[in-house]
């Protein structure tokens, strides 16, 4: 079947499609253009910062070796450090106490004068291979040391000509002396100290600051930096709570040339380039979050978004303006259809067209017919099932079991042949209150009060056959009393409870208790008597699962149909807000437990 559309609609779907593609391959275009364009400059200026940020370390460390070159190859510095040391012998005319205070004083001075006033070199340190140590900076002190003891020591040793640089590591030699409260970080370049005839004599150490080594660094806010070795070794920044950068360098090893990576705390993506120094061989990647650069492009997006829905709307404004005199009397028609009752489809209004389009006057004609014939039709059928539906809850309301009229009147005989008068006056009264109620047709719906105040003269009438034996307890929630249900739903529970736990040995009790749990009300019927046999139970399932799987009610027998009967008019009142369930107790007995919604309306739904 062809489905058919309103002009407003086609022209209405037709422009805005045209006018939302031009406008979203525009702006996927200038999206895609411009975000990589800014990806690019991007990394250009990151690469320029870590090329900068090695560049700075780069002269840094060189100023530091510096340094160190000055004092290897000063002649003075080596005589006076072997005079300290006792292995030169002492000048003519001193002391051997004289000499040494003699070379300590000119070594110190010496030292100074290569740091020079800039102090590229925080701390000096010359150390001969028996341990004894001069210092010139911070720490002045000439101490004994455990030279192989230092982590540099091996590494030191294998290097004939070369430098040694270490990582970052908490100097235990200034934390006393510095003048911070910060862990005084510090990177060494160490070199072997030589005499006159290239025999290793000792080290040279240099010491910087980590703090003064990357304080002159130019850096954005946003930028982060990350220095660390060829080994994976993190140089900057230096101390714990730094994994989230360790990590980061295991994709900076595997992607030397740079990209994206992902922030290891907040999961956002970033943009890294990493800058190698020969020199140093320390590798500087440089880290700036993807949102700096994009941020520019999405707030352009977001004004053009804003843009193109005005454009889109100007041209629905003038897509209405121009199909509107074709489509009025189109909506008008459509306006009174779908605001037509029942109570209009006899005599539907008329309707003003002003378009002069046969087409459209013989729609009307035919549309007012319609309606009539409709209606017509549905009073008959809404009729009939009401009839139907009285029909079936008045024949399934006959059906229910007579056997305690007969048990009553057998009883009313033997207590008149034993001159019982007063309880024969007070049986029959309560007899002829539940005949009157069970025979009344008048109201088929009553509230659980009224239900349970006729169940409860139906126990009074079968405690008089049974005395003693049969006792009952009636228990009900206030809030359920005015709720409306069906006649003789929790009556022929009791009534098939009676009849099956007089079977069993006496004292028989009837327990019955009506609650609400949310918008639902039940009822629950128990007793003390042998419970039901499990052939009954599996029977009494099979009958439901018939009715639910075909959906018609079966042919009910005045005899044995009770529990069925019950079910049945749940089903037709509740639907699905319908409960209905029956179970033996473990400590014996039956329970049958019935419920429904608070406001009937099964077929509704």
């Known amino acids: 079947m062809i489905r058919r559309r309103s002009i407003r609609s086609v022209l209405f779907a037709t422009y805005s499609v045209i006018i939302a593609l031009i406008l979203s391959i525009s702006l996927l275009l200038f999206y895609l253009w411009s975000s990589d364009t800014l990806r690019k400059q991007a990394l250009d200026s990151i690469s320029g910062t870590s090329r900068s940020v090695q560049e700075k370390l780069d002269f840094e460390i060189q100023k530091m070796d510096t340094v160190s070159q000055n004092i290897l190859y000063s002649n003075l510095v080596k005589e006076r450090f072997l005079v300290f040391t006792g292995k030169s012998p002492a000048d003519e005319g001193l002391s051997p106490a004289e000499n040494v205070t003699q070379a300590t004083k000119e070594l110190a001075e010496i030292l100074v004068a290569a740091n020079g006033p800039a102090l590229p070199a925080q701390q000096i340190n010359l150390y001969d291979f028996a341990g004894n140590m ?14 192989r003891g230092k982590s540099w020591y091996r590494a030191v040793m ?18 006393n002396v510095l003048p911070t409260s910060e862990e005084p970080y510090s990177i060494s370049l160490l070199r072997l100290f030589s005499d006159r005839y290239n025999a290793p004599e000792g080290i040279v150490e240099v010491k910087q600051s980590l703090r003064n ?22 140089i900057y920044p230096a101390g714990k709570g730094f994994d989230a950068e360790r990590q980061s360098i295991r994709q900076f090893l595997a992607h030397p040339e740079g990209g994206t990576t992902e922030n ?11 800058s190698r120094s020969e020199y140093t061989g ?21 004004l053009f978004v804003l843009f193109a829905a005005c454009i889109l709307l100007l041209a629905i404004l003038l897509t209405y303006w121009a199909a509107q005199r074709i489509t009025k009397p189109i909506a008008r028609l459509h306006r009174f259809i779908k605001t037509t009752d029942l109570s209009g489809l006899a005599s539907p209004a008329p309707i003003e067209l002003s378009s002069g389009l046969n087409e459209l006057d013989r729609l009307q004609l035919a549309f007012g017919k319609m ?17 139907q539906l009285q029909a079936r809850m008045l024949a399934l309301q006959s059906q229910m079991n007579p056997h305690f009229l007969y048990n009553t009147l057998a009883t009313i005989g033997v207590m008149a042949e034993e001159n019982m008068n007063r309880e024969i006056v007070e049986m029959i009264e309560n007899l002829s209150d539940l005949m009157r109620y069970i025979s009344s047709d ?47 739903i929790i009556q022929p529970l009791v009534e098939n409870a009676v009849k099956y736990s007089t079977k069993a040995v006496p004292p028989w009790h009837i327990w019955v208790r009506v609650y609400s749990e949310g918008e639902l009300w039940f009822a629950e019927v ?65 329970i049958v437990t019935i419920g429904g919604a608070q406001t009937p309306g099964g077929n509704d739904k």
């Open 213 to 234: 080594l990357f304080k002159g660094l130019n850096l954005s806010r946003q930028d982060r930096v990350i220095v660390y070795t060829d080994a994976g070794e993190l």
């Open 134 to 147: 001069f210092g010139s900076g911070f720490d002045n002190r000439r101490a004994k040391v455990d030279l």
């Open 442 to 488: 008048d109201a088929s719906d009553v509230n659980l009060e009224t239900e349970l105040a006729h169940t409860e003269k139906f126990l009074r009438c079968v405690g008089f056959r049974y005395g003693s034996r049969l006792t009952y307890q009636i228990d009900s929630d206030p809030a359920t009393r005015n709720i409306q249900t069906s006649k003789l």
């Open 371 to 387: 309606g009539e014939r409709l209606r017509y039709s549905m009073e008959q059928l809404m009729q009939a099932q009401k009839q």
């Open 282 to 302: 320390w590798n500087s990647a440089v880290i700036r979050p993807e949102k700096t650069f994009s941020a520019p492009l999405r707030t352009f997006t977001s």
């Open 264 to 274: 290891p705390e907040t999961g956002e993506p970033e943009l890294f380039q990493v």
């Open 526 to 590: 128990r007793d003390n008597g042998p419970g039901f046999e499990e052939g009954r139970l599996e029977e009494i399932r099979k009958s439901i699962e018939k009715i639910e799987q075909s959906g018609q009610t079966p042919s009910l027998k005045v005899e044995g149909m009770g529990l069925l009967n019950v079910y049945i008019r749940l089903k037709i009142m509740y639907g699905p807000r319908m409960s209905f369930h029956i179970e033996n107790a473990p400590q014996g007995g039956a």
């Open 158 to 175: 294998g290097e004939n000509d070369g430098k040694v640089m270490t990582t970052p590591e908490i100097d235990e030699q200034l934390i």
